[in-house]
C-alpha cells in the first residue's frame, strides 16, 4: 500500500487587546487565508530561489467595506490589506512543525480610536516589495490610543 501524505500550511490568528493597565479587554482567534504569493515565497526560500532572511512583520487594517455594507472575505489572490493602518515587526519561534509569529502594537497615547477589521503577515526580503502571506477578517475591534495589542499566529507545516 502506497503512502500518501497530505501537506497543508494553515494559521490561525489570537488577538489580543489589552487596557493601559494590562487587563484583557477581547481576544478573538480567527483562522486565516494563505495567499498564493504568500505560498509562492515560502517555496521559493524553502528551494533557495530566495537566499536573504526574510523579516516578517504583522500589519493591520480597516477593512475595505463592499456595497453589502461587509468586509470583503480574505481570499488566496490578495495581494494586500484593503485598508492597512499600523504594523509591527514580528518575532518567531518554531516548535516541531509550527511557527509561532507574535507582534505588538503598542498604546500610540495619542489620536482616535482604530476600527480594526483585517490582518495579515508580511513578508519582507531585501530589494523585494513585501508580500503579504496571508489574511484574516474578524468583527470590528476598537484600539484606542491607550490600548495594546499582541497577534500571535501558529503557522502549521
Do not use: C, H
Request: hydrophobic share 40%.
Amino acid at each position: 500500500m502506497a503512502a500518501t501524505e497530505r501537506q497543508g500550511m494553515s494559521g490561525r490568528l489570537t488577538l489580543v487587546l489589552r487596557d493601559e493597565q494590562g487587563r484583557e479587554v477581547d481576544r478573538r482567534v480567527v483562522d486565516n487565508e494563505i495567499t498564493d504569493e504568500g505560498r509562492s515565497m515560502v517555496a521559493r526560500l524553502f528551494t533557495g530561489i530566495i537566499q536573504a532572511a526574510p523579516r516578517l512583520f504583522i500589519a493591520v487594517g480597516r477593512g475595505r467595506k463592499g456595497p453589502d455594507g461587509k468586509t470583503a472575505e480574505p481570499a488566496r489572490s490578495d495581494k494586500a490589506l484593503e485598508d492597512q493602518v499600523d504594523r509591527a515587526q514580528a518575532t518567531v519561534s518554531v516548535t516541531d512543525t509550527v511557527a509561532t509569529v507574535t507582534a505588538t502594537l503598542r498604546a500610540s497615547g495619542g489620536g482616535e480610536a482604530q476600527a480594526l477589521e483585517e490582518a495579515g503577515i508580511q513578508i519582507e526580503v531585501s530589494g523585494r516589495e513585501p508580500v503579504l502571506y496571508n489574511r484574516v477578517v474578524f468583527p470590528v475591534v476598537n484600539k484606542s490610543a491607550n490600548m495594546e495589542m499582541t497577534l500571535s499566529w501558529e503557522v502549521s507545516f
